[in-house]
């Protein structure tokens, strides 16, 4: 006599009903996410081809997400967007948003795979200060530590911040370290512009580099850390001694400075 086969653990239902259970509540907050990702408003129409999902299941979790008190409708436009529970779900991660938090993994990171010094600052009161240092087995001698305020004119972090963080503070800073320079300082600048001229450099570039121009025998590349109101928030920069140090824009050391940046921006709820 033939036995029937045995049965399938995964197919049992109580397995069933935790598949069900997990892809509900991946379809909900993709519907969720994808309200998010339009602007936090949106048609019926618009969110289910943004989710790529009939109109009629969006609904269904719509409904559900209202209920919640996660989505609202606006009974005019009939348009979804976000209600009162999502917004405090979103203050709650941005209070926790830190940038000194999301950029350590960043610095951790380049640290190892480079080999190079590497620090996150902040614009302090009297400038760009660093807030969190790394160094790597053989460190570079130089005379910066956590506490330090950078040129904004002459280092690759004050640049950054100078060409990417639009704030009245950043320029008179920066207008008042001009005035203050000496002449030999201040022929490393352009001569009729020279504000001006860093900044559209480094918003062309999107970072900012040195060489021999803040610290003699170092070079540095410094980029921008976004918040979620993409807003420059912090800078991450990479530091060394200028014969072994490629500090090119379009280089290798560039290139992860940026990715790392971007990897902390992520963290703190920039848009991609």
Sequence with gaps: MKQPPESDPSLSSPARERRQRVQSAETGMSVLKGLAHLGGRSSLTALSAHVAESPAKVHRYLASLMEAGLVLQDAASQHYYLGTEAIQIGLAAMRQADPI??????????????????????????????VRFEEPGLPVTVNVRAGSVMSMLWSATGRAFLGLLDESRVLALAEQELGEATPEMRAQLDAKDPIGELRREVRQARCASVKDTYLR??????APVYDYAGRVCAVITALGATGGFDPSIDGPIAAAVRQEARAA????GAAG
Excluded at 102 to 130: D, Q, Y
Excluded at 217 to 222: H, K, R, Y
Excluded at 265 to 268: E, I, K, N
């Design 217 to 222: 025998g170092i070079s540095a590349v410094a």
């Design 265 to 268: 921006s992520a963290l703190l």
């Design 101 to 130: 938090r999301a950029a350590e993994p960043c610095l951790i990171r380049l640290r190892e795979s480079l080999e190079v010094t590497c620090f996150v600052a902040v614009m302090g009161n009297k400038g760009p200060t660093i």
